[in-house]
């Protein structure tokens, strides 16, 4: 596999005849925010005809309007004065921090305790699932714009990662309520597969059976199927998962498909079927986002395309709170549109995804639909995960308007309480 960071990248987009004006934007906006593709992005995913306006160019290589326009200028002017090593990495501090690197309360609420410390690398939000982070998976093949665990990989500081598995197996025996394990990153299939079995074996011990699923959240299958297939230890890896499966876990690869062509090639194909055979279930998910799948067909297509090659399609997410919001983001009424109009385009087989969906601080939220309700267009909303379990299932209502992109933005109506926020009475015409 051959990597594209940093000049390398520059360097592959220049060989690929993109002009001098944009590779100053990309150097500028690398600055702040993570980039890397793969020669399988680049060869295989990529329609080099088609850039700029290209879906996977899009998600995967730097614009100037991932940056707000200030950011952006200010660390223009010290690369083009060049300014020292020093200066350039104290300015891309500075804007990553107003970037809010960390949302919905991942360092802050998230962080379990064992013994009266914190245990760092894990995250508990909800009630059933425990989050780990290898810190040996704290990569990915390839970088998605768009991607909310983008602090991950610039710099160790605020990095969420655990050394030591011994820390994991000994909270979760602690936590019988936890049923649901869910390996993540980064990227644990970045991983050799002798690695990832010194975190994985240990949940096949008797007296962790109430770790019921294993889940594996990777990119991989879309940005470097040959993991599964050709990588020197693809078939130990495949063994792996049949191990899980023989000891009676149920194991999910929770796999990231942002685009249709994504699924198109033989590489791909041939690692679906080889994950599927053994046992193991793929469930997709993605966030819909601006220039890379912000329509109707796309979406449709992904669902369809998924179902034939035996994926379960599982969410679609609002783009969150983070990062390069500003590019990728979509306004919850016309992402809601969007929704609606490519469940109307598939079967009920396609129609398990669920969306649109924001993960907030407080749980995850569905926008259900917009109806009209005495006279007034709402949004009607639902608490389909929660912090507080009892939040779990509560509806509510919010103002319907056009320019909300976020939980944040959203105000009660009709009297409703939105869950985390105070209420605010409204009189019922």
């Known amino acids: 596999m051959k990597l594209f960071t940093g000049d390398r990248l520059a360097g592959l987009a220049r060989h690929r005849g993109l002009p001098e004006d944009y590779l100053r934007d990309l150097r500028v906006v690398s600055a702040v925010l993570p980039f890397r593709v793969n020669n399988y992005v680049a060869d295989e995913l990529i329609d080099w005809s088609a850039v700029p306006d290209d879906p996977i160019f899009r998600l995967t290589f730097p614009h100037r309007d991932m940056l707000p326009p200030g950011v952006f200028t200010a660390v223009a002017e010290l690369l083009d004065a060049g300014a020292s090593r020093e200066v350039l990495a104290k300015a891309a501090a500075a804007a990553r921090h107003a970037l809010n690197p960390h949302p919905g309360g991942q360092l802050e609420e998230n962080v379990p305790m064992l013994d009266g410390h914190p245990v760092l690398g894990l995250q508990h939000k909800y009630r059933e699932t425990v989050l780990v982070f290898p810190s040996q998976g704290q990569t990915c093949h390839a970088y998605c714009g768009y991607c909310f665990r983008w602090a991950q990989f610039v710099g160790s500081e605020t990095r ?189 087989l396609a129609r398990t995804a669920r969306g649109p969906v924001m993960s907030t601080h407080i749980g995850k939220i569905v926008l259900d639909g917009a109806p009209i309700v005495h006279g007034e267009q709402v949004f009607a909303l639902r608490m389909l995960q929660a912090r507080n379990p009892e939040l779990v299932g509560r509806q509510f209502f919010a103002r319907y308007d056009q320019g909300a992109h976020w939980f944040d933005d959203l105000e009660p109506a009709l009297g409703s309480e939105i869950p985390g926020r105070t209420v605010v009475p409204v009189a019922v015409a």
């Open 160 to 348: 969420q990662a655990l050394s030591d598995p011994h820390r994991m197996t000994g909270y979760l025996r602690e936590h019988p309520e936890a049923t649901d394990l869910l390996f993540t990153g980064g990227d644990p299939m970045i991983m050799r597969t002798n690695v990832l079995r010194r975190w994985v074996e240990p949940f096949l011990a008797a007296d962790l059976e109430h770790v019921a699923t294993l889940r594996f959240g990777t990119k991989s299958l879309s940005y470097w199927p040959a993991r599964f297939t050709e990588d020197p230890d693809a078939d130990d890896l495949l063994r792996l998962l049949e191990q899980c499966v023989a000891a009676g876990r149920h194991v999910a690869v929770m796999a990231h498909f942002s685009h249709p062509r994504e699924l198109q090639t033989t590489a791909v194909q041939q690692a679906i079927a080889r994950v599927r055979d053994t046992g193991a279930v793929i469930r997709a998910q993605a966030p819909l986002v601006a220039h890379v799948n912000d329509d109707a067909e796309t979406w449709a297509q992904l669902w369809q395309r998924s179902v034939a090659a035996g994926i379960i399609p599982y969410y679609m997410f609002v783009e969150r709170d983070t990062g390069a919001r500003s590019y990728f983001e979509v306004p919850l009424a016309r992402a809601l549109r969007i929704y609606v109009d490519a469940v109307s385009r598939v079967s009920g």
